[in-house]
């Protein structure tokens, strides 16, 4: 098919000003999308814009099936002529018109149609009346040609079959053997046309929407155009009409036969009935209310004892037998004076037996009314006894239930399945103060919940709440809630079998407080293990300190004697001082697991670390246990604070120790592993995977019991004695690894020993090597004397600070407390350095001396000292980031080098 092509109005100017009216139409839209200046005119339109908002819509479906016949002709002969009638302004007009396609916006497809010249209308006005009148006639009318093929065919026609070739179906839908089903139905059309003859017969038909049925009535004519002998097709949908036809005739053959089969489905009904009314436990009555007969059921007469015939089957006799308290709710005369057709409410009553006991009955009735008045009531008896009395167990066991509710130590309700309240208890109701004057039958759970909630607590806005209730449905649920006056309550929501919730509300505030008391006592237990295994764990550093420096002073004392080895004098006083360093560490180590302290990570050669441990501690190990260090070479570099993991060795090494008193093999190895995800056993092991380096523990010791093997790592648990240990090695060991990046792993075996595996992640040989750093320099002496004010509120600390600094050539001032130390920088604050303790006496302490001495200068340089971890109080908290911090005990050299840093960096000398 060949199209023109215009993606927009513009594109058109070039037709814009012929005198012969051309529009493109829009099917799409069903619109005028262009017209030219002629085709306004012929329009009768203002401008081009009126033209286009135009409403078509009042087309008829008749002309929307030509439209859409001529579209499908043009993609055969790609231009065709028609003669069209318009209504520009309500008047008819005929034009001859050519027609073409043509692309546009968006690739739709619209009809160019130019208008050739107005047809003669005066010559042959009925010719052209009828042409009209076959193109919108409902009739499906076509032209065949004698070898079947289409040659034309009105818009019906068109809309039933679609064109000869049918893009929509798929179909070639052209010749007439195509669509009468038939085989031999085309040829014998064409054979009676061929004679001249009419044809008229019902034939199935393949059109474009399935199959159908059409009465087709066939003509001879000829061809206007070239004289042929033709046949000219009218058609009728019938298919609905043969339907009916065919189902008319099979009803009316199978009539016979469903009346015959309706009559014995009535006589099993009847039968059915009869059998139902013999074995149905409801008891059927029929009253006829004029004559006050009454039809019993058999059932009736076995319900209430009798055999049939011992009643009178009448009103009255029947009225007699029923409870004189009752008789009126089943007087027939009220049950049918204002009745109506239909159910007569329900009503229960009492019926005497024949052995002389009530049998509860419930009745249900239909009344039947005749020209306004009831003529007639049918209803059954049911037996209500068991019920009854099922009913009064159960108001019984109702009772029980909520006298039990009542002597429970808690608050009790009871929710149905759709969550609203049936029952509570007083105390349930005394436990919800803010909405008990709410509580009634029906009240929802929710509604409860909101109600009860502490005024100062968030707005739920119900989606935790609702959350709870539809998780209560599925298993029980428990939550705690604490007012703003103290009182804690318990809440726990349990599901019943019927759908429904059990709601146990506990005031737990007494409770809550001797949990805290027994804490409590708990705790300070646990400060008596903590004591004992501190005061062990210092015995062995002081039991180092104390043995060198007496030997040192055996050395020194003995006046006949000459003086020591400097040497072996040098050797007793380092292993002092480590000891004193590791005490340090120790306390450190303490106060940073009470107070969680930030570690400080650097990188550490993990076997140098091991050998000075080992070094150190071999006085306090027995000679009976030997020690086997195995440290290959090559071990990584690892990012961890140096002073907590020689702690950590130094826990599992006296851990060691303890478990093997009758001596063993205390093992200590360094290896560089690479953990993936299949490395540990635990699934639930989250260390990340990489290179490490493991660092392990063991010992031949007695191990550790099974069922306290969960438990190592808990803080004051130890099954050592009291003052053996302090239950908190492991826990600070386990910490500082996890906290460090890494993981602890133990196996253990009783009777064999126990082996403690720590992994540090490993860091890269250029980080290690860009983290050496040359050793420190020894203090520098001062060039100058600088004035040093001194404040410590410890008599012999102050003694040890004072002599080191007026060794070092300082200027000292001494001063016992904040305040004496403010007194002094008030009548002369021209000082180098003030060193200070932060706790004190006295109102001054170390962050406020600072900052009331900085008030009068403020360039003051301050070492502030303290015996806590750093971060650990509120006093250090409110120190400037910029002043330097030193953990007590202090080494010279390392007050020494702060000092010197301070004046080196001083601001304002003096």
């Not at 750093?773 to 004010?789: D, F, H």
């Amino acid at each position: 098919m060949t199209h023109l092509s215009a993606r927009t109005p513009s594109e058109m100017a070039l037709f814009a000003h012929l005198s012969v009216p051309i529009w493109v139409f829009d099917l799409q839209q069903y619109r005028i999308w262009w017209a030219n200046d002629a085709a306004v005119t012929f329009w009768k339109a203002e401008n081009l814009d009126a033209l286009r908002a135009r409403d078509f819509s009042t087309d008829s479906d008749v002309v929307h099936l030509r439209l859409r016949q001529t579209l499908q002709e043009l993609g055969d002969r790609g231009q065709i002529h028609e003669s069209w009638t318009f209504y520009p302004a309500g008047a008819p007009v005929r034009l001859t018109v050519a027609c073409k396609c043509i692309e546009i916006d968006d690739g739709r497809t619209a009809l160019f149609v130019e208008a050739s010249h107005a047809a003669d209308t005066e010559t042959d006005i009925q010719s052209a009346r009828l042409q009209e009148s076959v193109r919108y006639a409902s009739a499906m009318l076509s032209m065949y040609a004698m070898d079947g093929t289409l040659l034309t065919q009105n818009a019906h026609a068109f809309g039933c079959y679609g064109g000869p070739d049918s893009g929509d179906t798929g179909l070639q839908m052209g010749h007439l053997s195509q669509r009468l089903c038939a085989p031999s139905a085309a040829s014998q059309l064409l054979a009676e046309i061929a004679k001249s003859n009419d044809f008229d017969s019902e034939l199935a038909v393949q059109t474009a929407l399935g199959y159908r049925i059409h009465r087709v009535r066939a003509y001879p004519g000829r061809d206007p155009a070239t004289g042929d002998r033709v046949a000219v097709l009218n058609e009728e949908d019938i298919t609905d009409i043969v339907d009916m036809r065919e189902r008319l005739h099979a009803l009316n053959n199978d009539l016979e036969c469903h009346v015959a089969a309706r009559s014995r489905q009535l006589q099993i009904s009847e039968e059915r009935f009869s059998l139902a009314m013999q074995g149905a436990n409801d008891a059927l009555w029929d009253l006829d209310v004029a004559s006050g007969d009454v039809y019993l059921s058999p059932r009736w007469y076995t319900m209430m004892g009798y055999a049939p015939g011992e009643v009178e089957a009448s009103a009255a006799p029947i009225l007699a037998l029923v409870h004189p308290d009752d008789r009126h709710l089943v007087d027939p005369a009220r049950m049918t004076a204002d009745a109506l057709e239909g159910p007569v409410a329900e009503t229960e009553f009492r019926l005497r037996h024949k052995d002389g006991h009530w049998v509860d009955v419930l009745t249900r009735a239909f009344a039947v009314v005749r020209d306004g008045t009831v003529t007639r009531m049918v209803g059954t008896n049911l037996d209500m006894t068991e019920r009854k009395k099922t009913e009064r167990s159960l108001r019984r066991l109702k009772e029980i239930l909520f006298e039990g509710s009542e002597a429970l130590p808690v608050g009790v309700a009871y929710f149905d399945s759709n969550l609203k309240l049936v029952m509570w208890s007083s105390l349930y109701a005394t436990m919800q103060p803010r909405c008990a004057a709410s509580l009634e039958i029906g009240a929802k759970f929710a509604d409860i919940l909101k109600a009860s909630q502490d005024g100062n607590q968030p707005c739920d806005g119900g989606g935790d709440i609702a959350n709870r209730l539809a998780q209560a449905r599925k298993s029980p649920q428990n939550w705690v809630e604490t007012l703003s006056d103290g009182r804690t309550f318990t809440q726990a929501v349990i599901p019943t079998s019927g759908d429904g919730v059990i709601a146990v509300v506990e005031d737990i505030t007494e409770k809550r407080a001797r949990q805290r008391q027994l804490r409590q006592a708990q705790k300070m237990e646990a400060v008596g293990q903590l004591t004992g295994g501190v005061a062990h764990d210092f015995n062995n550093l002081l039991a180092v300190i104390m043995g060198n420096l007496e030997l040192l002073d055996l050395e020194i004392s003995q006046p006949d004697v000459a003086l020591p080895d400097p040497r072996e004098a040098r050797a007793l006083i380092t292993t002092a001082l480590d000891a004193v360093r590791h005490g340090a560490d120790l306390t450190g180590s303490l106060l940073s697991y009470a107070r969680k302290a930030q570690l400080a990570p650097k990188i550490v050669d993990i076997n140098e670390t091991v050998r000075q441990t080992e070094r150190w501690t071999r006085r306090a190990i027995e000679s009976n246990v030997a020690i086997d260090a195995i440290l290959p070479q090559g071990i990584h570099a690892v990012l961890v604070d140096g002073s907590a993991l020689q702690n950590a060795l130094l826990n599992l090494v006296l851990n060691a120790r303890d478990a093997m008193p009758n001596g063993g093999t205390l093992k200590i190895e360094t290896q560089n592993v690479v953990i993936d995800d299949g490395y540990f056993d635990d699934p639930t092991e989250t260390v990340s995977p990489g290179c490490y380096v493991m660092v392990s523990v063991s010992d031949s010791g007695v191990g550790i019991v099974p069922d306290e093997i969960e438990q190592i790592y808990d803080p004051f648990f130890t099954t050592k004695p009291v003052g053996k240990g302090s239950g908190l090695g492991l826990s600070m060991v386990e910490g500082f690894v996890r906290q460090s990046g890494g993981t602890i792993r133990v196996r253990s075996v009783q009777g064999e020993g126990t082996c403690f595996r720590l992994y540090f992640r490993a860091v890269s040989q250029e980080a290690a090597n860009a983290s050496l750093a040359p050793a420190a320099a020894p203090p520098k002496t001062p060039t100058y004397k600088a004035r040093v004010l001194l404040v410590e509120d410890r008599p012999e600390v102050m003694l040890v600070l004072e002599r080191i600094l007026l060794s070092a050539g300082y200027d000292v001032r001494t001063a016992v407390s904040g305040d004496a130390g403010f007194e002094i920088f008030q009548l002369d604050h021209n000082f180098d350095l003030v060193v200070t303790d932060i706790v004190m006496p006295g109102r001054l302490q170390g962050a406020a001396f600072a900052h009331a001495c900085r008030r009068l200068r403020p360039q003051m340089s301050f070492i502030f000292l303290s015996g806590y971890a750093p971060d650990s109080t509120a006093q250090d908290e409110a120190l400037p980031d910029s002043d330097p911090r030193l953990m007590k005990p202090i080494s010279r050299n390392d007050l020494l080098a702060a000092i010197g840093t301070c004046l080196d960096g001083a601001a304002e000398p003096r």
